[in-house]
């Protein structure tokens, strides 16, 4: 694959910001086998987007000659106070993580954080070197990727976490650090810090975030950040996202209760669902419908289904439909091979 090739892959949706393409297109003309790397808390279910959004641009680097890699954060995990602390549970659950992604991701190493530090002074070295450069109120203004706010309480622990991620990019070799676009303060530390203790050049790369399927929030009276916060994806609130285990019942019923208002195209969980999920994965949606409502009807293309649904000629509720079966197909692989699990992961992450 040329060199033109390899960027319109990488730059492809769910793609959303590069730092930046003149970086990118200079890695890729002096190294043929960058390294990538993406970083994820073990802590609740994983839900889509975690899979068929992060998942599809791991595997889109791939195909562009990069290195990919995967980092499980187990020790991130207990600095955050995630699954209580309990290293026991952290593990177990950091196990089931890597058997998911290397179903959606097979060609990606996924490397277990505490592995890689382990016996590894030079890396807790690097982390107090860091430290000791990043002030507290600079650390405080990272803590959106942590799902915390300025106001809540923040522990000593949790001060550590954004320059652990800045050490993980240095002693992973990486040339591309990539994340959700929630992530990009961390990596613009890493930038700073990279060129500061002149270390190499990399490129941050950041791809788009489901919103919730609940209703978005007001933003009056309330910090931009906190309301980027609420609208994406999460996996501690239900209904707010489809946990990867999810059944067809369990699928379907959330995506009925979702909010997809009709006409409207601005802020659409549903609509972002097929724009980001389904359509790269399938290239089209059908969506069974008696003939009294106008028959089924299958969409070729993203814009086909918007257009459609912008003048009315698609319910919500068919369309939520449609997704749901779509969905269902396409988690078949996993929950084939993972969802025995369900019951004593969940148990797991809820600490029962």
Request: aromatic residues 6%; proline residues 5%.
């Amino acid at each position: 694959m040329d060199i033109e090739g390899k960027m319109a892959l990488i730059k492809s949706e769910p793609l959303e910001e590069i730092i930046t393409e003149e970086r990118l297109r200079h890695l890729l003309e002096t190294n043929k086998s960058p390294m990538h790397y993406l970083g994820l808390e073990i802590s609740g279910m994983p839900h889509v987007g975690h899979i068929f959004v992060a998942g599809k641009k791991v595997n889109d680097l791939d195909k562009a000659g990069v290195k990919t890699q995967i980092l499980l954060a187990d020790w991130h995990t207990m600095a955050n106070n995630k699954l209580g602390g309990d290293w026991e549970r952290i593990i177990k659950v950091a196990d089931f993580y890597r058997r998911l992604f290397k179903i959606v991701c097979p060609n990606t190493k996924v490397v277990l954080g505490s592995d890689l530090y382990k016996s590894n002074d030079e890396y807790w070295k690097l982390i107090i070197k860091m430290a000791r450069k990043v002030t507290l109120a600079r650390a405080t203004r990272t803590m959106i990727i942590l799902g915390r706010g300025e106001k809540d309480t923040l522990y000593v622990s949790q001060y550590i976490y954004p320059v652990m991620q800045v050490a993980d990019i240095a002693a992973l070799g990486v040339d591309i650090p990539h994340a959700g676009i929630d992530q990009r303060k961390v990596h613009m530390l890493a930038l700073e810090l990279f060129k500061e203790m002149k270390l190499k050049e990399i490129v941050p790369v950041h791809h788009h975030l489901l919103p919730s399927l609940l209703e978005p929030p007001k933003a009056e009276g309330v910090e931009k950040e906190e309301v980027v916060a609420a609208m994406k994806m999460s996996k501690s609130k239900p209904g707010s996202s489809i946990p990867i285990l999810a059944s067809a019942e369990e699928v379907s019923a959330v995506l009925k209760s979702s909010w997809c208002p009709e006409g409207t195209l601005e802020n659409n969980p549903v609509l972002e669902m097929c724009r980001y999920v389904i359509f790269p994965s399938t290239g089209n949606l059908k969506i069974e419908r008696s003939a009294k409502y106008g028959g089924d009807i299958e969409f070729a293309s993203y814009r086909e289904l918007e257009k459609a649904f912008a003048e009315r000629k698609l319910h919500p509720m068919d369309l939520k439909s449609g997704v749901a079966v779509a969905l269902t197909r396409m988690m078949e692989p996993i929950t084939r091979s993972l969802g025995r699990e369900k019951g004593e992961i969940t148990r797991l992450i809820e600490g029962r």
